[in-house]
């Protein structure tokens, strides 16, 4: 099984702050991760995917890095938009995980 | 405009069946890998069931292997979830979600339903 743990799980951070979330897999998944957020009520929506390549009409601040079997999702400078629940997402195997998530909200 | 609908949610007891549906619109249905991925209250996302444009080849989570039935009808734009024997821990929003693969390599789900409830209790 291919196991994705994020962290934090959740945080507290103000407007302008950079955020930074990691996932981490449990085996080689090459870069087929992908990154979404998702808000209360609503389907998610995603930001990155194939680790680095921003969502077309996604804005420059959100950012994806890879290294080894750990991904990072940037948020440059937070915005009141930006508050939310966070998931990774592995595609490398036939069962697609997700990790646990990290909420991120308003301190 | 790319829409999918989902429908067939509602509350059904323990060990029962449901089946699900998503209605596809906006885009050639049968070139696109389709999932489910559902979502228990207040927790995160689980990815469920994929099934290929052709409709050839499925895949589950080990949680629903043998349980659940993912098909669709390429001249109807319609994705299924046939769900057999239901269990509690099995309530949850449940989305259809269009795959597309990116040039980056992997999959990513670049469209997703509304979502349909499913209650599972006595």
């Known amino acids: 099984d291919f196991q994705m743990t994020q962290s934090p799980s959740s945080m507290s951070a103000s407007v302008g702050d950079r955020v930074t979330i990691t996932c981490r897999a449990s085996?080689?998944?090459?870069?087929?991760l992908n990154w979404y957020q998702q808000k209360p009520g609503k389907a998610p929506k995603v930001l990155i995917h194939?680790?680095?390549s921003l969502q077309s009409g996604i804005p420059s601040r959100f950012s994806g890095s890879a290294s080894e079997t750990e991904f990072t999702l940037t948020i440059s400078s937070l915005q009141p938009e930006d508050f939310a629940t966070y998931y990774c997402?592995?595609?490398?195997?036939?069962?697609?995980?997700f990790g646990q998530g990290t909420k991120v909200e308003i301190k | 405009e790319v829409q999918l609908v989902e429908s067939g949610g509602g509350l059904v007891q323990p060990g029962k069946s449901l089946r699900l549906s998503c209605a596809a619109s906006?885009?050639?249905?049968?070139?696109?890998?389709m999932c489910w991925v559902r979502q228990a209250p207040g927790k995160g996302l689980e990815w469920v069931s994929g099934?290929?444009?052709?409709?050839?080849?499925?895949y589950y989570a080990d949680s629903v292997k043998g349980r659940f039935t993912i098909s669709r009808d390429n001249s109807k734009n319609t994705l299924y979830l046939q769900m057999n024997s239901l269990r509690v821990e099995e309530t949850a929003v449940y989305y259809c979600?269009?795959?597309?693969?990116?040039?980056?390599?992997?999959?990513?789900?670049?469209?997703w339903g509304q979502g349909t409830m499913v209650t599972v209790s006595s």
């Open positions: 997402q592995q595609t490398y195997s036939t069962s697609w995980t």
């Open positions: 906006g885009f050639t249905f049968s070139s696109y890998a």
């Open positions: 979600a269009k795959a597309l693969l990116s040039t980056g390599g992997g999959f990513y789900f670049d469209y």
């Open positions: 099934i290929s444009g052709s409709g050839r080849s499925t």
């Open positions: 085996q080689n998944i090459s870069t087929y």
């Open positions: 194939a680790a680095s």
